[in-house]
């Protein structure tokens, strides 16, 4: 376990940027749903690792050997590990985790409040402010939250296609990527990167479904820089991270994406940033069922040992 369990804790410094590479190179679905798995597997190598040395390192300690029924000292070198700097990076990365879980519950009960003074319309709700704004609140039912300063800044045909924006951030669940893109970074460093790339594929992806529901690119394009620069100069209250809104990221980059022909670039790098990613991704799988699989016959037999 020595060699294997430290693996999943390095690996994420390469997958990281090869999957930003990779999803450039993707449809933006294609490139959301790529980004928050690679996200969420490299996340759960890194808590099985840490969770895997803080046992090995701990199991050393007589009082928690002897609540497992064996000898510390039956156990094999290979599974001795600096317990104290595991449990404290375990503890860590627990607590980042809970921060950000309380931090996204705070805000979204705090957006859901400003609906008491709104006007409903199904998913709709129209804020009363002449600040700019719309977003996607996630909830039970969800909804899409247009302040009057935002309507009126957009004709009415920019109008549809920012509602179709905002539809598809709630009918694709984005804010569930959102949400594990938060918890990614929160439990490695590396995996910090990936949020930003994550929240700008979301944000063609609901483009491209906008584009689609109203049947014009330039029409949502022309809605999209509106929208931004709207929002620009009469900026509306803070908005929960996990609500995804159609002025976000950046706006020239889904402006010019909008307005040139939806493919997927292709071509030997993208391949080759496949296949180096796939392999990343196994071999963090592979080398924490190997660190457990050490670890757990590693207790048989000192519980073994010490039974005879």
């Given at each position: 376990m020595s060699l294997a369990v430290w693996v999943?804790?390095?690996?994420?410094?390469?997958?990281?940027?090869?999957?930003?590479?990779?999803?450039?190179?993707?449809?933006?679905?294609a490139a959301a749903l790529l980004l928050a798995g690679t996200a969420g597997a490299?996340?759960?190598?890194?808590?099985?690792?840490?969770?895997?040395?803080?046992?090995?390192?701990?199991l050393?300690?007589?009082?928690?050997?002897?609540?497992?029924?064996?000898?510390?000292?039956?156990l094999p070198a290979a599974s001795a590990v600096p317990a104290g700097a595991a449990v404290l990076a375990l503890i860590a990365v627990t607590a980042l985790v809970s921060g950000a879980a309380r931090r996204q519950y705070a805000d979204l009960a705090?957006?859901?409040?400003?609906?008491?003074?709104?006007t409903a319309d199904g998913p709709l709700a129209l804020l009363?402010?002449?600040?700019?704004?719309?977003?996607?609140?996630?909830?039970?039912?969800?909804?899409?939250?247009?302040?009057t300063g935002m309507l009126d800044a957009l004709p009415a045909a920019e109008r549809a296609a920012l509602l179709a924006h905002e539809h598809a951030h709630l009918a694709g669940r984005h804010h569930l990527f959102l949400a594990l893109g938060e918890y990614a970074a929160a439990v490695h460093p590396a995996l910090r990167g990936l949020r930003p790339a994550l929240g700008f594929h979301l944000e063609r992806w609901a483009d491209e479904s906008a584009a689609h529901a109203v049947g014009?690119?330039?029409?949502?394009?022309?809605?999209?820089?509106?929208?931004?620069?709207?929002?620009?100069?009469?900026?509306?209250?803070?908005?929960?991270?996990?609500?995804?809104?159609?002025?976000?990221?950046?706006?020239?980059?889904r402006v010019a994406a909008l307005l040139a022909p939806p493919t997927a670039r292709r071509g030997p790098g993208r391949t080759a940033a496949a296949l180096l990613l796939s392999c990343c991704l196994a071999t963090t799988a592979a080398t924490a069922l190997e660190a457990?699989?050490?670890?757990?016959?590693?207790?048989?037999?000192?519980?073994?040992?010490?039974?005879?």
């Open positions: 999943p804790l390095f690996l994420p410094l390469l997958a990281a940027p090869l999957a930003r590479r990779l999803a450039d190179r993707c449809t933006p679905r490299l996340a759960a190598g890194t808590v099985v690792s840490l969770g895997l040395l803080a046992l090995a390192g701990l050393r300690l007589p009082f928690v050997a002897g609540l497992a029924h064996l000898a510390p000292h039956w705090r957006a859901r409040r400003t609906l008491h003074t709104a009363h402010d002449e600040r700019a704004d719309a977003y996607a609140l996630p909830g039970r039912p969800g909804r899409i939250v247009v302040t014009d690119r330039a029409l949502t394009a022309r809605a999209v820089g509106r929208a931004a620069l709207a929002a620009a100069r009469a900026p509306g209250a803070p908005r929960p991270r996990l609500a995804a809104g159609a002025h976000g990221g950046p706006v020239p980059r457990t699989t050490d670890l757990h016959q590693a207790v048989e037999t000192a519980q073994a040992a010490t039974g005879r």
